[in-house]
Every structure is written in C-alpha cells, then in structure tokens.
C-alpha cells in the first residue's frame, strides 16, 4: 500500500504519532499485565517504524518553521 501525502499532512500525521506515542509510553509504563504491555510495545515498535519513514521521506521537507528556526540558529552563532 502507498499513501501520497503532502508535506503539511505529513507534518499533521508525524504531530498525532508523537501525541499518541507519548501517551502509550506512560501506558505500557502503568500496565501490569505482561501479554497486554507485549501488544502495547508492539504497537509502540510499529509506530515508531512509521515515524522513522515519515522523519527519512526526501520528498518532505521540515515544517517552514523548523527551517527558519534552522537559519536563526546559524546567524546568531556568528554574532
């Protein structure tokens, strides 16, 4: 299966991951239920792969934010 997105649903996608991943980490932290903290690390692991995929598309380019932030970082280091 192949999912075109553009760049700002990318961005979009990669911000729900990252909510939704900082959730089941304290999830998986509180359960004690070994069988369901192996389901909740695997699904933790196959998220983690699509964020993977998401951060190394070269075809998306960082929010216009991140690269302005980029540039402000280097002009100020030779103030």
Known sequence: MQLQLTDHEAHLLRQVL?????????????TDNPSFRRE??????ALVSIVDRLD???SMSPPAIV???QVTTVLTEYD
């Open 18 to 30: 990252d909510s939704y991943l900082k959730d089941l980490r304290g999830e998986i932290v509180d």
């Open 40 to 45: 909740l690390r695997g699904e933790r692991d």
């Open 56 to 58: 190394h598309n070269p």
């Open 67 to 69: 690269k302005m932030v």
